[in-house]
Nanobody
Framework: QVQLVESGGGLVQAGGSLRLSCAAS????????MGWFRQAPGKEREFVAAISWSGGNTYYADSVKGRFTISRDNAKNMVYLQMNSLKPEDTAIYYCAATATLRYYSDYTTWGYWGQGTQVTVSS
């Protein structure tokens, strides 16, 4: 099992940057693939980015490709989401998640572990 705690959210102007962090507890962290999802008010939870257990493979939603970067530090049990060139439509609660397989990485129902979320608000 793994427990996840996000941090780093906040209010930023359009064009700005934020770095989200996700601290994971549990000795099996490095055996999990990790990801970020987001959910805006009135919308479904959507995939943002994912990274394999080794960090060797990454996946991004088209809407964030080229602007967001996911990374992980297995020695520190941490996952990060660097968000640049933020847009008002990036406003949402961002969730860190863990899964044993990335086979269906964009489907949030296949991810087994979730953090409590951190709010990101981008003003225009």
């Amino acid at each position: 099992q793994v427990q996840l705690v996000e941090s780093g959210g906040g209010l930023v102007q359009a064009g700005g940057s934020l770095r989200l962090s996700c601290a994971a507890s549990g000795r099996t962290f490095r055996s999990y693939s990790m990801g970020w999802f987001r959910q805006a008010p009135g919308k479904e939870r959507e995939f943002v980015a994912a990274i394999s257990w080794s960090g060797g493979n990454t996946y991004y939603a088209d809407s964030v490709k080229g602007r967001f970067t996911i990374s992980r530090d297995n020695a520190k049990n941490m996952v990060y989401l660097q968000m640049n060139s933020l847009k008002p439509e990036d406003t949402a609660i961002y969730y860190c998640a863990a899964t044993a397989t990335l086979r269906y990485y964009s489907d949030y129902t296949t991810w087994g572990y979730w953090g409590q979320g951190t709010q990101v608000t981008v003003s225009s």
